[in-house]
């Protein structure tokens, strides 16, 4: 029955993983991933440590379940700071990994080091393998840790809540029930019974809810959305090279509208000469002036906008981003215009001189 309990949760946390992955959006940060990475593999160690036969065995499982114990719940803690869109500084994000770093360190003495684990051994109860171990001096940092980044989390959520009217209070509300529920499952959940181990069930609630979240939180985020749509539109195509004008990579759409980028290699000048002196020119004259223009550039039977600005590594320069945009349609409705304007002029021209040549025979015939 109890072996029953984890096989399932093994196969409903490979299903919300499989999901995730096949509707995971570019623009989903690698935290996201994290969590379905760290939840199915602390699912298959659970299932194996219930099917281990030997100590040895058992301790090496139990210390990969360490990985999700360690680290998930900071990543849950990162991944509602990134929907509450708090910018935390670099310093504090490097801290809490190495807090969660060096308490992961210490499982590793499980079986060597009477610090984490005094003693540890195996028995069958409930008709699976069940770790009995005694606590040591430093496993004490492990409930610090896990109390920290259950309660930093909420006290986001609730900032998020009251300070944040840009977020989705749906968002929150999910984020907020899964943290309470991981509370629940961790520090009380063992009261109620002890033949299971409640933070697989926890684990499991996370993976749905942040499914929940996940699936629309590109919603409130304009610059994404806004990439994604040009991305697709396929219009607009971008060309990214350093300082010293060396090709570094380029979209799809950039490559189809030019084909000889597609042949380029990185960190090399553009080989093909004449989009290689064009290209130069432009980024001399942007470099000169600090004014970006937009230049015309004619391939085959259609005409791009060739516009020039700066490439930002987060907040560094690191070279020059040419926007290239599929204007044909564009400029061929304005030269349309135009011709239909010269000939409208032409034709009132031609009525005006008619007009005039009338007026004269006119005055001519009174005259007569």
Not at 81 to 86: N, P, R
Not at 141 to 168: C, D, E, H, Q, R
Not at 324 to 336: F, N, P, S, V
Request: aromatic residues 14%; hydrophobic residues 45%.
């Amino acid at each position: 029955m109890v072996l029953n309990f984890y096989i399932i949760i093994c196969v409903l946390s490979l299903i919300c993983c499989m999901f995730f992955f096949w509707n995971k959006r570019s623009y989903y940060p690698l935290l996201y991933a994290m969590v379905y990475i760290l939840a199915l593999s602390a699912h298959v160690c659970y299932v194996l440590l219930a099917l281990a036969k030997e100590v040895r065995e058992a301790v090496i499982i139990n210390k990969v379940i360490y990985v999700s114990g360690c680290f998930f719940s900071l990543v849950g803690l990162m991944i509602v700071i990134s929907v509450c869109q708090i910018k935390l500084p670099k310093i504090v994000s490097f801290l809490l990994l190495l807090f969660a770093s060096g308490v992961y360190c210490l499982s590793f003495t499980a079986g060597y080091s009477p610090i984490f684990y005094k003693s540890i051994d195996i028995e069958q109860r409930y008709g699976i393998t069940v770790l009995v171990k005694e606590y040591g001096p430093l496993h004490s940092l492990f409930y610090v840790m896990i109390g920290l980044f259950l309660v930093a989390t909420l006290v986001v959520l609730i900032y998020g809540w009251f300070k944040k009217p840009n977020i989705s209070k749906r968002d929150l509300a999910i984020a907020a029930f899964m943290q309470i529920f991981s509370i629940f499952c961790y520090f009380i959940g063992r009261m109620v019974t002890k033949q299971i181990e409640w933070m697989a069930l926890a684990d499991l609630v996370d993976e749905i809810g942040f499914l929940l979240i996940m699936n629309h939180i590109g919603l409130y985020r304009v610059d994404d959305l806004v990439l994604s749509s040009i991305q697709n539109d396929g219009k607009v195509g971008y060309v990214a090279m350093d300082f010293k004008k060396k090709y570094l990579s380029a979209t799809d759409a950039a490559k189809k509208f030019i084909p000889e980028i597609a042949k380029n290699h990185a960190d090399r000048e553009i080989e093909d000469r004449e989009l290689r002196e064009l290209f130069n020119k432009w980024i001399d004259q942007y470099s000169i002036e600090k004014l970006s223009v937009d230049h015309i550039f004619h391939k085959n039977k259609s005409i791009y906008l060739v516009h020039v600005q700066d490439l930002y590594d987060g907040n560094q320069k690191r070279g020059y981003l040419l926007e290239i945009t599929d204007d044909t349609e564009h400029l061929e409705r304005m030269e349309d215009i135009e011709r239909y304007n010269m000939n409208l002029n032409r034709e009132l021209m031609e009525k005006s001189k008619k007009i005039r040549e009338l007026e004269s025979q006119k005055r001519s015939s009174d005259k007569d």
